[in-house]
């Protein structure tokens, strides 16, 4: 009986742990600051329809220092951990270019002075969020 309980004590010890040593597939921190960008966006579509400067400024401003920030995060489908060979590394280097991208335009947005430009830049944006995910968002089941 000892036995048996030492035995399911041991087993339950070691459960959080094996949790623990996998990312799970959209609850990463990079998942985290996506869902933030993802909120970001859905607030600038409004303002770029009534053209609050301002408003458009501000949210322009947030998606730049939410880029900048995931500069560093390495998306699960590259590794899950920090250790990269260097085909994982020359992947890692590419994905910073799209997260570099996206925050000069961001940044660019946020200065516009015209409608015109505030949209066109807007779409920019969009395209560039469907290249990084085509190439470095992992689908979760
Ligand atoms: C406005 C631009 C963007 C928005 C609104 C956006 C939004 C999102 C959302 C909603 C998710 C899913 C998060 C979840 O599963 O909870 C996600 C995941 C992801 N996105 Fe973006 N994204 C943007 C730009 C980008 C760019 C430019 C890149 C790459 C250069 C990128 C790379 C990724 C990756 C790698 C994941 C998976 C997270 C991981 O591997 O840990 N995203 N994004």
């Known amino acids: 009986m000892k036995r048996v309980l030492l035995a399911s004590l041991l087993t339950l ?19 985290e600051i996506m869902g933030d960008m993802k909120k970001t966006m859905k607030s ?3 303002a770029l329809a009534k053209g609050q400067a301002d408003e458009i400024a501000q ?18 489908k ?3 951990t920090k250790q990269l060979n260097p085909k994982q590394k020359a992947q890692f280097t590419k994905y910073q270019e799209g ?10 947005l ?20 469907k290249q990084g995910h085509r190439a470095f968002k992992m689908k979760c089941d």
Do not use: F
């Not at 949210?59 to 500069?71: C, N, P, V």
């Open 13 to 31: 010890a070691m459960v959080p742990t094996s949790y623990a040593a996998s990312a799970k597939c959209g609850e990463t921190p990079l998942a």
């Open 44 to 46: 600038l579509k409004p």
């Open 78 to 80: 590259i590794s899950e």
């Open 110 to 129: 946020a200065s516009a002075k015209d409608d015109k430009t505030r949209k066109d830049l807007a779409k920019q944006i969009g395209k560039i969020n």
């Open 99 to 108: 997260m570099k991208k996206l925050a000069s335009v961001a940044k660019e």
């Open 59 to 76: 949210l322009a401003g947030k998606l730049e220092s939410l880029a900048e920030k995931s500069i560093d995060y390495i998306p699960l």
